[in-house]
Every structure is written in structure tokens, then in C-alpha cells.
């Protein structure tokens, strides 16, 4: 299994924390059995942590008429909206719900140009929850794609998610092959698509990142 490398410190953390309380409890309760269960309860643990940053290598299709899945997930949100933070215009919505046990890592769903890319601190509501995408922690990156449209996605924190990582920057040239970030822990993404394009999922589907197309230009 390939680890992410966001989940480097926190693997160490969790690690020496798991191997001292078991220390402790070894040291200090004479009864065994309850030690060899506590034991492999904080074995799975740790392999759920493991798993959480896994990094799959996926082989990607590169297509500018497709707008690829950003991250694996859920698909629970398709409707038109007027998008107001950056691109003004009516658009298509897809919101993909990623639980614990969804990858985390992020893939750019458009090839082309990141034209913009911009943090926001908020809450933490569940992720589920539509007020999520304009008030929880996010970040929003629109990209000019090869083909003259503008994309938009948005990474958005949840309940248990506290960090985002958003590696657009402003100018970038990037294709859908390329990582674009990682959110620790359950959270959601946004993208806004023009309205015109021709949606290829519905609502319920499992979304694989990097590969699920999601719609057509």
C-alpha cells in the first residue's frame, strides 16, 4: 500500500501513541486477555489510519472534452446554480461526498490553466449539509480549460476534517493526471460546470477520482 505523503506525521503520531498506551496497559494489567484484545483493536486502528492515506496510482484518461471526477466519493448533489464566488453565471453543481474510508486525494478534473485559487476559513458542518460548500472550511480553484471554459471546484472540510491541502496555484498549467490536493478525513467537493455540458452520472453514484467522467463538453 502506497501512504499519501500528507499522512507521514500523523502515522508517526499515531504510532507512538498506540505502542505507549499499549506499553502502559502490558505494564500496569496483570490480565492478559484484555491486553491482547486492547492489542488488536489499536492494530486495527492503525491499519484504518493506513488506509485512510492510501495513494492509488491510477491510469488516467486525458480528454479536454472531459470533466473528470475529482476525488472518489458519492455522488449526491446535481442542480443548477448561480455560482457567485468567482464565475457569475449559471452552472451545473455535482457535489461528491467522500467518507472516511473514500481515498483523499484529489486529481484536477480539467485540463488546461488554474486562473484561480483561493483559501477560506469557516465551520466544520457536517459535510452533507448544503450550507457546507459557502460556510465550512474550503478552498475554491476555477480552471481555464484547453477547450475555453471555466471549471470550478471546490474542496470543503467536514465534521472531522481539519485540513485541507490545496497544491493549485495560480497559473499553473495542469492536466487531469496531475494531483491537485488532499483533504484529511470525511469531507465533500464541489465542481460548477458550464450548464451546457452533457452530465454522464446521476445522483447515488460511487465516483472514482481520476476516472469517473462526470460530464462532457
Given at each position: 500500500?502506497?501512504?499519501?505523503?500528507?499522512?507521514?506525521?500523523?502515522?508517526?503520531?499515531?504510532?507512538?501513541?498506540?505502542?505507549?498506551?499499549?506499553?502502559?496497559?502490558?505494564?500496569f494489567n496483570p490480565i492478559w486477555?484484555?491486553?491482547?484484545?486492547?492489542?488488536?483493536?489499536?492494530?486495527?486502528?492503525?491499519?484504518?489510519?493506513?488506509?485512510?492515506?492510501?495513494?492509488?496510482?491510477?491510469?488516467?484518461?486525458?480528454?479536454?472534452?472531459?470533466?473528470?471526477?475529482?476525488?472518489?466519493g458519492k455522488l449526491v448533489v446535481?442542480?443548477?446554480?448561480?455560482?457567485?464566488?468567482?464565475?457569475?453565471?449559471?452552472?451545473?453543481?455535482?457535489?461528491?461526498?467522500?467518507?472516511?474510508?473514500?481515498?483523499?486525494?484529489?486529481?484536477?478534473?480539467?485540463?488546461?490553466?488554474?486562473?484561480?485559487?483561493?483559501?477560506?476559513?469557516?465551520?466544520?458542518?457536517?459535510?452533507?449539509?448544503?450550507?457546507?460548500?459557502?460556510?465550512?472550511?474550503?478552498?475554491?480553484?476555477?480552471?481555464?480549460?484547453?477547450?475555453?471554459?471555466?471549471?470550478?471546484?471546490?474542496?470543503?472540510?467536514?465534521?472531522?476534517?481539519?485540513?485541507?491541502?490545496?497544491?493549485?496555484?495560480?497559473?499553473?498549467?495542469?492536466?487531469?493526471?496531475?494531483?491537485?490536493?488532499?483533504?484529511?478525513?470525511?469531507?465533500?467537493?464541489?465542481?460548477?460546470?458550464?450548464?451546457?455540458?452533457?452530465?454522464?452520472?446521476k445522483l447515488d453514484d460511487t465516483?472514482?477520482?481520476?476516472?469517473?467522467?462526470?460530464?462532457?463538453?
Open positions: 500500500m502506497r501512504i499519501h505523503r500528507e499522512g507521514y506525521a500523523t502515522i508517526v503520531i499515531v504510532l507512538i501513541f498506540l505502542i505507549s498506551i499499549n506499553g502502559l496497559a502490558y505494564y486477555i484484555i491486553n491482547v484484545i486492547f492489542s488488536f483493536l489499536s492494530l486495527l486502528f492503525f491499519y484504518l489510519i493506513l488506509h485512510f492515506f492510501r495513494n492509488p496510482e491510477r491510469d488516467i484518461a486525458i480528454n479536454d472534452k472531459h470533466i473528470l471526477a475529482p476525488s472518489d446535481i442542480e443548477k446554480v448561480f455560482e457567485d464566488e468567482y464565475l457569475k453565471e449559471e452552472c451545473t453543481q455535482l457535489s461528491i461526498f467522500m467518507s472516511p474510508l473514500n481515498v483523499h486525494k484529489q486529481w484536477y478534473p480539467s485540463n488546461g490553466k488554474v486562473i484561480y485559487s483561493q483559501y477560506h476559513p469557516g465551520k466544520y458542518l457536517v459535510a452533507w449539509n448544503p450550507k457546507s460548500s459557502i460556510e465550512n472550511e474550503r478552498t475554491s480553484i476555477v480552471i481555464q480549460s484547453n477547450t475555453k471554459h471555466r471549471i470550478l471546484y471546490r474542496q470543503i472540510a467536514g465534521a472531522v476534517a481539519r485540513r485541507i491541502c490545496n497544491y493549485a496555484k495560480q497559473n499553473d498549467i495542469v492536466d487531469q493526471s496531475l494531483e491537485a490536493g488532499f483533504i484529511k478525513f470525511g469531507s465533500r467537493i464541489d465542481v460548477f460546470i458550464p450548464k451546457s455540458a452533457e452530465i454522464k452520472v465516483i472514482v477520482g481520476g476516472e469517473t467522467i462526470l460530464a462532457i463538453i
